[in-house]
Every structure is written in structure tokens, then in C-alpha cells.
């Protein structure tokens, strides 16, 4: 006698092999779907942070470090590796032609120019140029040589009688202890140098904390570095200030500098009856202007950094409420 088995009871249709796959499978798949695209939130959000923040203050940085080194050059002016670099040059005309006024009363006066500026015959050294900086002076004797120096009498005793006619040595040494001072640019390089040294310092911080954030690895942390803030308010706004002091400081030199160049070079020119021909110095007036340029690039560039970063914040707490 067998025994009979009863059937399983059939409560459904048998479940499909590829089914409980998927099923087992699919929650891990969306869950890691979850967690790149929250990566890829994070990311962006960090990168949105670090345009305004970290990748400024090197862009800052490099804008300063520039305008510094453009006023040293400028305060190196006229010495022997720089000689190309003066704010006047003057040099008597070879063939002077000068043009009779009816504003001249004393027409002979002009005919005494032109005799004291004619080439002496007993003239072995010829002052062919003068140029002049802010702490030196260059002098372009015959043949072709220069002397550049802070105190050029010894080279003025030297020059035989008849090669300065007109004392364009003291003119112009009159004109570099009298009307160019460069006490301004000085000025602007130490605030310029001060608000660097904030800068690097803001630097160092986001770095360390950028290391610290990627060693620790966590969700946590990444969220963390997405809303710490290693360009704050406490390093931006005294940089603010102090590259809106060197603009203001570096603009009113490039402007005095400029003035003073031109008005100089316009006297003398009058004053000689055109028998001495000058001109300012371009390059040195480039330097000038780009340098206050660049002060002012940084003081725009620190106030956007300040504008963007309040911007940030109050987008991020207007979102996590």
C-alpha cells in the first residue's frame, strides 16, 4: 500500500529566476547610482565655491606679485641694467632750427642759444643725452658710452667746457631731487606686499583644509568642504582695503609722475629756444599705469570674491531651509 504525498499547496506562480536576480541586484545598482550623482552635487557645489574663492586668490595673488615687481623696476630706473627705463630724457639738438616769435622781444636771444649750443672745437667728450630715474641718472657721452650713477660730479668735472653749454646735468638732477619722489610708490608696494602676504596665508589655509577634507574621505567630509569657506570675509575684507589704499596711492603717482614728466620736458624745450630736444619716458610711464592697473584688477577682483561668497551662502541656506 503506497502512501499518497499531497501537493504543495500552489500559492501563485512559481517567481522567474531572473526576477529574484533583479531583485537582489537592483537595490545595490540604485543605491550607487544614488551615491555618484550625490558625488556629483557635491562636486559641483565645490567647484562653484572654488571659482570664487581658491582659484581667486591665486589670480590675486599673481596680480600683486606683478605690480610689485613693475614699481621696482620703476624705482630702478636709469641704472646700468636698466638704462632704457627713465621718466626724461633731454639731449641737445644737432641742427638746431628754431622758429622767431612775434611773443619774442629780444630776438638776439635765440641767436645766443644757438651759438652756446654749437659743437665746441675743443670739445673731446659731447653730452649727447641725459636720462634721468628716480634715484640715478644716465649721461650718453661720445663715443657711445654711458655713465649712469646716483651722484654724477665727478663725470661732470670731468666734461670739458662747451660739452654741457646749457647745464642740462643740473637741470635735470634739479628736476630728480625736486619734482620726481617716488615716496608713493613705496607706499603702494608695502600695502600691496601686506595684502600678498594675507593672500598667501588665505591660500595655505584653503590648501590645508582641501588635504584634510580629501584624506578624510567621508560623505561627511565632503559636505563639510563644500560648505567651509577657506576664502572668508576675515581675509578678503582687509585685502580690500589695503589694495583700494595702493590703487589710490599708485594712481596719484602715475598721474604726478606723468605731469610732472611732461610740464619738465615742455619748459625746457621753451626755456632753450628749441635747442634741446627730450622726451618721456614711455616705458616708465607704462609701468606706472599698469601698476595702478593692476591694483585695481585686484581691488575689483577682491570685491567680487566678497560679493560671490555672501551670494553662496545665502543660495545655500536658502536651500537647506
Same mark, same amino acid.
Given at each position: ?5 499531497? /501537493? ?7 517567481? +522567474?529566476? /531572473? ?15 544614488a551615491?555618484?550623482k ?6 559641483r557645489?565645490f ?11 591665486? #589670480?590675486l595673488?599673481?596680480? +600683486?606679485?606683478?605690480? #610689485?615687481?613693475?614699481?621696482?623696476l620703476?624705482? /630702478? ?28 622781444? +629780444? ?14 672745437a675743443?670739445a ?14 644716465c649721461?650718453h657721452?661720445?663715443?657711445d ?7 654724477l ?32 610708490? @613705496?607706499?603702494a608696494?608695502?600695502?600691496?606686499? @601686506? /595684502? ?42 582687509? #585685502?580690500?582695503?589695503l ?62 570674491s566678497?560679493?560671490?561668497?555672501? #551670494? ?10
Open positions: 500500500m503506497t502512501a499518497s504525498i499531497p /501537493a504543495a499547496e500552489n500559492d501563485g506562480p512559481a517567481p +522567474n529566476t /531572473a526576477e529574484i536576480i533583479s531583485d537582489t541586484r537592483d537595490p545595490p545598482r540604485r543605491s550607487r547610482l551615491r555618484i550625490s558625488k556629483l552635487k557635491l562636486r557645489r567647484t562653484a565655491a572654488d571659482l570664487t574663492s581658491f582659484q581667486w586668490t591665486h #589670480i595673488f599673481l596680480l +600683486n606679485i606683478t605690480a #610689485i615687481t613693475l614699481w621696482s620703476l624705482l /630702478a630706473s636709469c641704472t646700468p641694467s636698466l638704462r632704457s627705463i627713465a621718466l626724461l630724457t633731454l639731449s641737445y639738438k644737432p641742427s638746431p632750427t628754431p622758429s622767431p616769435s612775434p611773443l619774442q622781444s +629780444n630776438p638776439d636771444l635765440v641767436a645766443t642759444f644757438l651759438s652756446l649750443t654749437s659743437t665746441p675743443n673731446t667728450v659731447r653730452l649727447r643725452a641725459i636720462a634721468v630715474g628716480f634715484t640715478s641718472t649721461l657721452l661720445a663715443p658710452a654711458w655713465t649712469c650713477g646716483p651722484d660730479s665727478a663725470v661732470a668735472a670731468d666734461l670739458a667746457a662747451g660739452s654741457d653749454p646749457l647745464n642740462l646735468l643740473w637741470v635735470v638732477e634739479q628736476y630728480r631731487t625736486g619734482i620726481a619722489w617716488y615716496g608713493l610708490i @613705496i607706499v608696494m608695502v600695502l600691496t606686499g @601686506i /595684502a600678498t602676504v594675507l593672500l598667501a596665508l588665505g591660500i595655505l589655509r584653503s590648501e590645508d583644509e582641501a588635504g584634510d577634507a580629501s584624506e578624510n574621505g567621508s560623505r561627511a567630509s565632503s559636505s563639510a568642504r563644500s560648505v567651509k569657506r577657506p576664502w572668508s570675509e576675515a581675509f578678503a575684507r582687509p #585685502i580690500f582695503a589694495m583700494g589704499l595702493a590703487f589710490l596711492v599708485s594712481f596719484i603717482s602715475a598721474v604726478w609722475q606723468h605731469m610732472a614728466s611732461a610740464a619738465t620736458l615742455t619748459l625746457v624745450t621753451a626755456l632753450t629756444y628749441d635747442t634741446v630736444e627730450g622726451s618721456v619716458g614711455g616705458t616708465a610711464m607704462a609701468f606706472a599705469w599698469v601698476g595702478a592697473l593692476l591694483a585695481l584688477s585686484s581691488v575689483l577682483g577682491t570685491l567680487l566678497i560679493v560671490s561668497r555672501r #551670494i553662496i551662502d545665502d543660495y545655500e541656506r536658502s536651500r537647506d531651509d
